[in-house]
């Protein structure tokens, strides 16, 4: 029989829920800040979401047709049958005896649950839920529960009932990865890659990328590298006989190392890990060499259950004004709890560990309780954030004791795509002042935050943040940041006006 028309051929059915893939969160941004420029970071870390887990209109595409396939279905769905196919073909040939087919020209495949291939060429039985392509073939995946594909490849054969296959020659990108290699096998629960290349980086010639003699991907779970090699250009930094990566919440692929500049700390390089280690037990660290210090690195024992989040620290940690201090070791515990129905949610914190600064050494001891409102909506894109709180901080250096209310309002908007602007006050009893450490602290206790975002047009966008010390009115910090993105790289830079104090980072896209 020979069609020049499309052909819904229906070997079986299978319930199939249509439904857009999860997405998975990007690195987030954490701005060092010392006017609370860092309540605006939701515009960067939106804009990495949104580029991370992006699709192209061809998935877009794939997933209306597939509903729409669904929605004109003559049967009931059977869920113990395959699912029905779509084909399209300038020529299609199709043998009901046996289910054999054949098609040439422009050819389109389209299964129910979101799966497509296009070629010139295609032969197969849909019996069998088999397609063979000889020559070359592209193939799109948004199926629900897989891997997100969209794949170019030779000698595709794919048996979608199965949901089996192997291409070679492929390039093109699985989930969040640009992949080539000289053969894929794909199968219900992972994807193998042999002789293969990935990387985040979109471009052509990529900026960085890991080799590998086989790669194997569980989505949503880890990938396993063998004969790892990772390289930066066309230079191979390090190397490992085996690897495995976390893929899901514990992902530590792709944080790749930071390079900047600062007045105080010089020219410096730092690299974050994370090792799990059980559920909900992991360690974050992160490695940092600075020129003017030298290693100033910290380690954290992390541990989440329904109680809180419990944490033992050790190390060098830095203020967003370049104050360290070391830890070592130091305990926390944190804790958020909704309060039912109401619009309130109450906070525990706690901190206690041997702290050393500038030739001072203490036990330092920290309880604090929060209550805070859950985010006002005024009204024309305003949004109104308050909150209040209670802590103690005990010393063991001069045996003092500093305990005191506090409390903040926020107001924030987002003007358009372009602008957003914040206000904030906030009272603090602690400061450095009247404090053993200076971590982490403003020198007064009543101080006026405010400042503006502007994104002059996809790769460039500014934030100038102020601090009022509200005691003298007098202006403590003007900060102008600056985000600049190219090819696969990304620039932060903050110059703090008040200060003459210049900040850079230089990364690696996707942060």
Not at 45 to 51: C, I, L, T, V
Not at 323 to 331: N, Q
Not at 332 to 338: E, G, L, M, N, Q
Not at 365 to 381: A, D, E, M, P, Q
Request: charged share 25%; proline share 3%; glycine share 6%.
């Amino acid at each position: 029989m020979k069609r020049n028309t499309k052909a819904l051929l229906c070997a079986g059915l299978m319930a199939v829920s249509l439904v857009l893939p999860q997405v998975a969160d990007a690195s987030k941004y954490h701005a060092s800040t010392d006017t609370n420029a860092d309540v605006l970071d939701y515009l960067e870390n939106d804009k990495r979401s949104a580029r991370d887990n992006a699709i192209a209109d061809e998935q877009k595409q794939l997933i209306h047709d597939a509903y729409e396939m669904r929605k004109n279905l003559r049967d009931p769905l059977d869920p113990t049958k395959n699912v029905p196919v779509a084909m399209e073909g300038d020529e299609l040939f199709y043998d009901q005896r046996n289910g054999d087919f054949y098609a040439v020209g422009q050819v389109n495949i389209t299964s129910l649950d979101a799966q497509r291939f296009q070629t010139e060429e295609v032969n197969g039985n849909i019996q069998n839920t088999e397609v063979n392509v000889p020559g070359k073939g592209h193939m799109v995946q948004m199926t629900p529960g897989q891997a997100k594909i969209v794949m170019d490849g030779y000698k595709i054969q794919y048996n979608y009932g199965k949901k089996t296959g192997s291409m070679e020659d492929v390039s093109g990108k699985i989930d969040h990865e640009y992949i080539k290699g000289k053969r894929i096998e794909m199968y219900p629960d992972k994807i193998i890659v042999y002789d293969g290349t990935m990387t985040k980086c979109s471009a052509i010639n990529p900026d960085y990328h890991t080799s590998a003699s086989k790669i194997e991907v569980y989505p949503g779970d880890k990938m396993i590298c063998y004969d790892l090699k990772f390289w930066l250009g066309h230079v191979p930094v390090y190397s490992t006989k085996k690897r495995t990566f976390r893929l899901d919440k514990d992902d530590d692929q792709m944080d790749l190392p930071k390079v900047g500049y600062s007045n105080d700390d010089g020219w410096w390089i730092s690299k974050d890990f994370r090792y799990g280690l059980a559920k909900d037990l992991y360690i974050d660290s992160d490695v940092k060499y600075t020129g003017k210090h030298g290693f100033r690195s910290h380690a954290e024992l992390v541990h989440n259950n329904m109680l809180g989040t419990f944490k033992v620290l050790y190390g060098y940690y830095e203020s967003s004004n370049n104050k360290w201090v070391k830890k070592y070791p130091s305990f926390t515990y944190s804790k958020s709890i909704p309060l039912g129905d109401l619009p309130f949610t109450l906070g525990l914190s706690y901190e206690r560990g041997r702290w050393h600064q500038s030739g001072k050494h203490s036990l330092h001891t920290y309880y604090g309780i929060s209550l805070s409102h859950n985010t006002i909506n005024l009204g024309g894109n305003h949004k109104l954030d308050l909150s209040t709180n209670f802590s103690i901080t005990n010393e063991s250096y001069n045996h003092s004791s500093i305990r005191g209310f506090g409390y903040a309002a926020l107001l924030r908007r987002d003007v358009d795509k372009r602008w957003s602007y914040y206000a904030r006050y906030s009272y603090s009893q602690t400061n450095s002042l009247n404090s053993v450490f200076d971590y982490d602290l403003d020198s007064y206790s009543r101080k006026l935050s405010s400042g503006f975002s502007y994104k002059i047009n996809e790769h460039d966008r500014v934030l100038l943040g102020t601090a009022l010390n509200m005691h003298n009115y007098h202006m403590e910090d003007m900060d102008l940041y600056w985000f600049h993105e190219f090819h696969c790289l990304q620039l932060i830079s903050r110059y703090r006006i008040k200060r003459h104090q210049i900040n850079v980072t230089l990364q690696f896209n996707p942060w």
